[in-house]
């Protein structure tokens, strides 16, 4: 199973940033692929999820300016970030799995997790 996260970058405070997680090796319908993202010296935080079901969850923080989605036919997930805010700043994982409904921002459910990509925002 691989995860290709891309898409992260420089970008400036109120502007947008789109990012892709494309997935192999898995049974991509069937999967759960949430966004998490670490900033220096804290810990990994949840983001948003999108689930096998097509139901959608987001860290409070991120609702109303972040949109999570799929492309089954293309086993990829997409993150578009609007609005961003230097707080937004941190490295940015995608991770699959199954975790049940109650454990969906959980990182240590999701099985397989994607290199990371940097997102940088700035003020």
């Known amino acids: 199973v691989q995860l290709q996260a891309s898409g992260g970058g420089l970008a400036q405070a109120g502007g947008a940033l789109r990012l892709s997680c494309a997935a192999s090796?898995?049974?991509?319908?069937?999967?759960?692929v949430a966004w998490f993202r670490q900033a220096p010296g804290k810990e990994r935080e949840f983001v948003a999820t999108i689930r096998y079901n097509g139901y959608i969850y987001y860290e409070d923080s991120v609702k109303g300016r972040f949109t999570i989605s799929r492309d089954t036919p293309k086993s990829t997930v997409y993150l578009q970030m609007n609005s961003l805010e230097p707080e937004d700043t941190a490295v940015y994982y995608c991770?699959?799995?199954?975790?049940?409904?109650?454990?969906?921002?959980?990182?240590?459910?999701?099985?397989?997790w994607g290199q990371g990509t940097q997102v940088t925002v700035s003020s």
């Open positions: 090796g898995l049974t991509f319908s069937s999967s759960s």
């Open positions: 991770a699959a799995g199954s975790p049940i409904l109650c454990a969906y921002a959980n990182a240590n459910v999701y099985r397989h």
